[in-house]
């Protein structure tokens, strides 16, 4: 059995927002798998515990460069948000995605590779990225990248430094523009409910199955008649849909106007929107968290055995 520690519960807390007991129930229930753990609390407590699913805790930027129909996306991280504000680390990555967008390297050492001088370093963009790292004093680096070309328009949208969306379209331009943002504050993870990945999809099965063995356990318990396999697996599908319509773009309420879809309001603009790409700072990085509850017990502790 995993030792489920604090740090371990604040974490899952902050992911889901649910109670601290139930977190730390969740994860005994799973052994300490973070994942597990949050698929229990959703289960047990339902759309609550995805609220702060997103919450971010890397730090860096997302940087856009996009001329005709030629562009770029790209992540660069550090270490604080202090860094996040330095004209040299900006300018970097600004440089950076012009030179994905023009040059189209394959990878990040490719990137690296390419001519770029910048605050007395170079010839080329790593050099100037170790040499920042010197000046700075912090670690930072090309995490990801998107390149775009091809016969279909982009328009890209920046909120911030943190997130950025880069939409392949055709047609009204506006109307583009308006799906990058909606898709900033929306966090699709999809075109269309047939492009939701399949991973995805039975991972929400499993939690409305698991919901719905919930319920009959509580029906059970109060004495009330079980529902028919029939229902239950109406509901379960039922709740698989509902979820497909949520997280792809096309089927969403339309931000600036939630009487429509997107699809509704792209059919009224008479655009098509071929694709999009969503970067969230950090996503999917664990940043570290310092237990340090256990870190001042155990200095107390070693300072006791000293005396």
Do not use: W
Not at 54 to 59: C, D, Q
Not at 122 to 151: A, H, Q, Y
Not at 285 to 299: H, L, R, T
């Amino acid at each position: 059995m995993a030792a489920i520690t604090a740090s371990m519960v604040a974490e899952l807390r902050a992911k889901t927002d649910a109670p601290m007991m139930e977190c730390k129930k969740a994860l005994t229930e799973a052994d300490g798998n973070m994942d597990k753990a949050e698929e229990l609390l959703r289960v047990k407590l339902g759309n609550k515990a995805a609220k702060a699913g997103s919450r971010i805790t890397a730090e860096g930027v997302v940087a856009a460069s996009i001329g005709g129909t030629t562009g770029a996306l790209l992540e660069v991280n550090c270490e604080t948000d202090f860094v996040t504000k330095n004209d040299s680390f900006l300018a970097l990555a600004r440089a950076a995605a012009e030179l994905i967008a023009k040059n189209d390297p394959a990878d990040i050492a490719a990137l690296g590779a390419l001519p770029y001088s910048q605050d007395g370093f170079g010839p080329t963009l790593e050099d100037v990225r170790k040499g920042l790292i010197g000046k700075i004093g912090e670690n930072m680096s090309f995490r990801r990248f998107k390149r775009f070309s091809g016969s279909s328009k982009l328009v890209s949208y920046l909120h911030g430094t943190r997130i950025g969306v880069v939409v392949e379209f055709e047609g009204d331009e506006v109307a583009a523009k308006d799906v990058a943002m909606h898709v900033a504050a929306m966090k699709p993870v999809a075109l269309s409910s047939n492009d939701v990945p399949a991973e995805l999809i039975e991972k929400e099965r499993a939690v409305a199955t698991g919901k719905a063995e919930e319920d009959r356990k509580a029906a059970e318990a109060a004495g009330k008649p079980a529902q028919s396999a029939e229902i239950v697996a109406k509901r379960i599908e039922g709740g698989v849909q509902k979820y497909l319509k949520e997280v792809s773009l096309l089927n969403q309420p339309f931000v600036k106007n939630d009487k429509q879809t997107v699809e509704q309001m792209l059919k009224a603009a008479n655009t098509t929107i071929k694709g999009f790409t969503l970067y969230v700072v950090g996503e999917g990085i664990e940043k570290k968290a310092d237990d340090f509850a256990a870190e001042v017990a155990a200095q107390v502790a070693a300072a006791k055995q000293a005396a």
